[in-house]
């Protein structure tokens, strides 16, 4: 089950992705991480698909990661009397705690937070932006509005609020609850939504306790405001592109995106791009150009990987979404401008072992035309420093840790593999080799770069360096 990439898919399972013989054709069509969305089902439903997930792991042989997709606070309007309501530009609008149902002149808006954040001159965006609204006076429980762009609005539609920090956590007491209920049935990710600042993520990596990895979902400006610190909390992050762009103008969020990846590879964090990358295969069986170019340049730009949502949750043509998009990503890594765009980053090392014998591996790999670069890792650190060096040959991992094997399957390079830990240098090299011929990776006669640490099994002793050769 070789990959003839180096950037991974996740995907999103839902309606029309849930029956075990899906999940399977959608993993052998290229799906790395699947996603499952607390948004959506109930646990019953998420136990099953993990199940099935855990089953194609245990047939195939091969560690497949899984992410937990908190839904995060959702701040919406109350009804309206007639269910639907036409706002026009240049009217008045109230906004208050009232639960009485709406009109043509006011709605309730239960979430006194939003008041409490708010501001004469805040916008308020109603609908993923489609009608907007600017403050003109306010208090705690109410704030008389302009319509700026007005519209329909109806029932219980959403309502964002750009450049305000709100005083609500990201953690809502069903995300606590769905949060427990994803730690005991072993997913690999947590994917925080709606993180305004760092605070939010050391809360969500709290209640995790080192169960399993943190993802946070960069949905708000303000996140972006406080890049460096998120990231430096989190495990990986997440371009979530549809709620980043109701907030920000269409045109910042390319150049956002960009800022992003940049960000999270010299930090050596994975970085995954999300939302409406294939969107047209929810009902055709190919893709826009637009899309594949799309998807192209998050992979140029240096994207661990890229995910599909509806198009594999509700689409009707998921595994031929995971095709295409996995043919992209092998077509723009086939091309030598590729790695060129790569290697214009240049990474600053950290004056340590692990780092200096990381960087020494990718470039003795390509020096000596090795067919892999092999590392053995307890926590994953070992193989995150190697895909922050994005070398040109395979990364093989190999790990005593099946819950570091899975949550890999989101990084960069890495084709991991459970293998039990060894005591010796000859044991060292020998199961390298075999592994590595194995797994397709390297044939007789052909040389490997071996990483590793010493003693053995020490989470974070990266601190050697062996090239060998294949002799069986």
Not at 66 to 80: E, H, I, N, S, W
Request: charged share 25%; with cysteine.
């Amino acid at each position: 089950m070789r990959r003839n990439r180096s950037a991974k898919i996740v995907a999103t399972l839902g309606p029309a992705s849930s029956a075990p013989e899906m999940i399977r054709a959608l993993f052998e069509a290229g799906v790395d991480v699947f996603r499952l969305n607390f948004s959506h089902g109930s646990h019953s439903d998420h136990q099953a698909r993990i199940e099935s997930i855990r089953a194609v792991e245990k047939e195939l042989g091969r560690p497949i990661g899984v992410m937990a997709d908190l839904q995060g606070p959702k701040l919406r309007l109350g009804t309206f009397a007639a269910g639907r309501v036409r706002l026009v530009a240049g009217n008045r609008f109230r906004l208050d705690l009232d639960p009485a149902p709406g009109d043509e002149s006011r709605a309730p808006l239960p979430h006194p937070e939003i008041f409490a954040a708010i501001r004469p001159g805040t916008n308020l965006l109603v609908d993923d932006g489609k009608v907007r609204l600017e403050v003109e006076r306010c208090g705690p429980d109410h704030a008389e509005t302009k319509v700026v762009i007005g519209g329909f609005v109806s029932d219980r539609k959403g309502v964002n609020v750009p450049n305000a920090v709100l005083p609500i956590s990201a953690l809502t007491p069903k995300d606590r609850d769905d949060l427990a209920f994803a730690l005991g049935i072993g997913v690999d990710w947590i994917a925080l939504s709606f993180v305004q600042r760092p605070d939010d993520v050391a809360e969500g990596r709290k209640l995790v306790g080192g169960r399993a990895g943190i993802l946070v979902k960069l949905e708000k400006p303000l996140a972006i405001e406080r890049l460096d610190e998120i990231i430096e909390l989190s495990d990986a992050v997440m371009v979530a592109r549809g709620d980043l762009g109701v907030e920000m103008a269409p045109e910042d969020v390319p150049p956002t995106q960009k800022r992003v990846i940049q960000a999270c590879r010299m930090a050596g964090k994975p970085v995954v791009v999300a939302t409406q990358m294939l969107e047209s295969m929810i009902n055709s069986a190919t893709p826009t150009r637009a899309e594949a170019s799309d998807v192209a340049t998050a992979i140029y730009d240096g994207a661990d990987a890229v995910m599909l949502s509806a198009e594999t949750a509700a689409g009707s043509y998921p595994v031929e979404a995971v095709d295409i998009m996995s043919r992209i990503i092998a077509r723009v890594q086939a091309d030598p401008l590729y790695f060129k765009t790569i290697e214009a980053l240049h990474l600053e090392h950290q004056h340590t072992a692990p780092d200096a014998i990381s960087a020494a591996a990718r470039q003795v790999a390509e020096t000596v035309g090795a067919a892999a670069i092999v590392n053995y890792t307890t926590s994953g650190a070992t193989a995150l420093r190697a895909a922050r060096e994005r070398p040109t040959v395979p990364i093989l991992v190999l790990t005593s840790k099946i819950e570091t094997a899975r949550r890999l399957a989101l990084l960069w390079g890495a084709h991991c593999v459970h293998a039990r830990d060894v005591t010796n240098f000859s044991e060292m090299v020998q199961r390298a080799a075999a592994i590595a011929q194995r797994e397709g990776f390297a044939e007789k006669g052909q040389r490997i770069v071996i990483t590793a640490g010493v003693p053995f099994g020490t989470p974070g002793a990266t601190n050697i360096l062996r090239i060998a050769w294949i002799d069986g």
